[in-house]
């Protein structure tokens, strides 16, 4: 298991333990975490898993692949750290990671 806390736009926390393996847009899903709409389930296919990774932890989740820059080219909002949350899956080098939520998954 490795947690991860999900940061509302309201500033509100939700720390989940994830297995390993599972990507943060699952476990927000699963959990009824506010703020993660995950309309395509996971395929890269949107942007309702736009996140903000916390800059100490954005080196450690790795690149954007071209598709998810594509992806994140519909996201308002995005910033250097933007990810979507779908392409990044939980491992043990994850253990505490913190992403924020924008104000809307538009």
């Not at 949350?85 to 080098?93: K, L, N, T, V, Y």
Request: glycine residues 12%; contains cysteine.
């Amino acid at each position: 298991m490795a947690k991860v806390t999900y940061i509302e736009f309201s500033g509100k926390q939700h720390t989940i333990d994830l297995p390993v393996g599972t990507s943060v847009m699952r476990g927000a899903v699963d959990n009824g975490v506010p703020g993660i709409d995950g309309d395509c389930g996971g395929e890269c296919a949107c942007a309702t898993c736009h996140v903000y990774v916390d800059p100490a932890w954005l080196s450690r989740t790795g690149s954007r692949t071209e598709m998810e820059q594509s992806m994140l080219s519909f996201a308002a909002g995005t910033e250097d750290n933007s990810r979507l949350s779908c392409q990044i899956a939980m491992s043990a080098e994850l253990d505490g990671l913190i992403v924020k939520l924008p104000e809307g998954q538009h």
